[in-house]
């Protein structure tokens, strides 16, 4: 059984930045490409970024590149999202997500985190 659980989240000023983490449990995670949705308020859920299984291919949504990197580190099973410059239509809850293949896409993920709520305030 594969568990994701996001920590890092919060309430922070436009501008600010945020780190947010997911610790995953259960089969191999190196074998696992991870990525990072979130969903605003009264939106869909959205694609944000997404690493490889090795971490050496990433991809991210037009609305953040350039602004948000995803990382991982397979030896404490963490994948991390560093989100600088941070605006209020970041302001969503951010899930960690996981999916059985190695390289990243904006679908096609297998399992998911609860969540954690990022709130940027203006």
């Known amino acids: 059984q594969v568990q994701l659980v996001e920590s890092g989240g919060g309430l922070v000023q436009a501008g600010g930045s945020l780190r947010l983490s997911c610790v995953y449990s259960g089969r191999t995670f190196s074998s696992y490409a991870m990525g990072w949705f979130r969903q605003g308020p009264g939106k869909e859920r959205e694609f944000v970024a997404a690493?490889?299984?090795?971490?050496?291919?990433?991809t991210y949504a037009d609305s953040v590149k350039g602004r948000f990197t995803i990382s991982r580190d397979n030896a404490k099973r963490t994948v991390y999202l560093q989100m600088n410059s941070l605006n209020t239509e970041d302001t969503s809850v951010y899930y960690c997500?996981?999916?059985?293949?190695?390289?990243?896409?904006?679908?096609?993920?297998?399992?998911w985190g609860q969540g954690t709520q990022v709130t940027v305030s203006s």
């Open positions: 997500a996981a999916k059985g293949t190695p390289l990243p896409s904006a679908r096609g993920y297998d399992y």
């Open positions: 690493i490889s299984w090795s971490g050496g291919t990433t």
